[in-house]
């Protein structure tokens, strides 16, 4: 559906923490995948994902839950940006020297 209307190449952005997920939006059209939160929550995923597709799917039954992120989409971290960053915009706006 998404190939047949679309003109130029684009990404999927927004809640991809799975190779699985990736390779869905990939079939389903989108050129690009994005991933924030996974990544947040760990640096190494997609190393991490690259090692266990180098190794295959030895049919143990591990194969979804390695190469997927921990993430809960609790948000938590996106809170603490917010709170972060309004932090330093008080600071700056209340700055009189
Ligand atoms: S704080 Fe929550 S949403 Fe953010 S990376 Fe960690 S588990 Fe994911």
Redesign the pocket.
Known sequence: MLAAVRTIPVCLVGGVTSLAAAEGAIREGFAFVQMA??L??EPGLVNRIRNRLSNGDSGDGNFAVDTE??????????V?MRFATSIVLAATLTDTS
């Open positions: 939160r996974a947040i929550r992120s921990p993430c809960i989409h609790c948000n938590e971290c996106v603490r």
